[in-house]
């Protein structure tokens, strides 16, 4: 069983930065595709980032550019830098654990408590 909890959530301005952290444990780390997740009240879940276990990353359209996903397999810590923020970014932040290597959709089973990220305009 993985236990994921997310950090660094918060208020910030547009065009401000925010790195998001989500500290894993219960797991083989290195051997789960991790994805950032985020949903805004009212819209659906959508899949804001994923990188898989060799590192190679897959954005939505709308951060490209703007975020970052990279992890840390030494300290079983996946990252997402957020940089130029826009208020639709406003949303509560998840971080998940996929079951394969590959991070696709459908494929995440372990999920973070998740964390609110507001950006004010």
């Known amino acids: 069983q993985v236990q994921l909890v997310e950090s660094g959530g918060g208020l910030v301005q547009a065009g401000g930065s925010l790195r998001l952290s989500c500290a894993a444990s219960?797991?083989?780390?290195?051997?789960?595709?991790m994805g950032w997740f985020r949903q805004a009240p009212g819209k659906e879940r959508e899949l804001v980032a994923f990188i898989r276990t060799l590192g190679s990353t897959n954005y939505v359209d709308s951060v490209k550019g703007r975020f970052a996903i990279s992890r840390d397999n030494a300290k079983n810590t996946v990252y997402l830098q957020m940089n130029s923020l826009k208020p639709d970014d406003t949303a509560v932040y998840y971080c998940?654990?996929?079951?394969?290597?590959?991070?696709?959709?459908?494929?995440?089973?372990?999920w973070g408590q998740g964390t609110q990220v507001t950006v004010s305009s």
């Open positions: 998940a654990a996929s079951r394969t290597p590959w991070g696709m959709q459908g494929t995440y089973d372990y």
């Open positions: 219960g797991g083989t780390f290195r051997n789960y595709a």
